[in-house]
């Protein structure tokens, strides 16, 4: 099975600091996208890569960034965390036939920003 | 532009009870359509998909879906509802010529005892 991992479950950041969400999927899947979930909302598209070095941004990307250096390596980053950013954010994965296939989403990383 | 709408945010079964989930889409060419099912403090998971050919399609847990072109829909259900099923379920829409997902705002789905 596909595997995406997202390096912790749990987060507590202050207002103003640096964030780093890091996201790694075993499964040489070319596509990774980072999506904000909030209660009504459902699913946001903050930003998503196609390949290596290479990125777009989703519906909401204000106030973040991403990296993808490594194949498997997907980073979102939060600049300078605002409360408004408490959210839980899911990294998923898909191959390049993922409009076939569907993605395969990480557990989450629920952010809390204080 | 796409667009997926479900019908009901909050959505309450009897164990035993039939489930329907609502799932809308808008699409100008026919899309691929996908049910994920969220259970408590955690990522999504593929419960089924509808690609080509057979319009009733089948999932995990006993749940299927049919496509209706003709009402652009693809409900979720299952004949009965299990305590296990209560979770959030989202369905999504995608093109076979693009990478990206829409999703539908979620719906949760309680089952009461």
């Known amino acids: 099975d596909v595997k995406v991992t997202q390096s912790s479950r749990y987060l507590v950041k202050r207002t103003g600091e640096k964030v780093f969400l890091e996201c790694v999927q075993d499964m040489d899947h070319e596509n990774m996208f980072w999506y904000r979930q909030d209660p009504g909302l459902g699913l946001r598209l903050i930003y998503f890569s196609y390949d290596v070095k290479m990125k777009e941004k989703g519906d909401i990307p204000e106030g973040y960034s991403v990296s993808r250096e490594k194949k498997e390596r997907f980073s979102l980053i939060l600049e300078s965390a605002s409360t408004n950013q408490t959210s839980m954010y899911l990294c998923?994965?898909?191959?390049?036939?993922?409009?076939?296939?569907?993605?395969?989403f990480g557990s989450g990383t629920r952010l809390t920003v204080v | 532009a796409q667009s997926v709408t479900q019908l009901g945010s909050h959505v309450s079964v009897s164990e035993g009870a039939l489930v329907l989930l609502r799932c809308n889409y808008s699409s100008s060419v026919p899309p691929y359509l996908f049910w994920y099912v969220q259970y408590p403090n955690q990522g999504l998971q593929l419960l089924l998909k509808?690609?080509?050919?057979?319009?009733l399609v089948k999932g995990i847990n006993g749940f299927e879906a049919e496509f209706k072109k003709s009402e652009t829909s693809f409900h979720l259900t299952k004949p009965s509802a299990h305590m296990s099923d209560a979770a959030e379920y989202f369905c999504a829409v995608s093109l076979y010529n693009f990478n990206k997902f829409y999703f539908g705002s979620g719906t949760k789905l309680n089952v009461k005892p």
């Open positions: 509808y690609t080509t050919g057979a319009t």
């Open positions: 998923a994965s898909g191959p390049q036939e993922m409009p076939f296939y569907g993605y395969t």
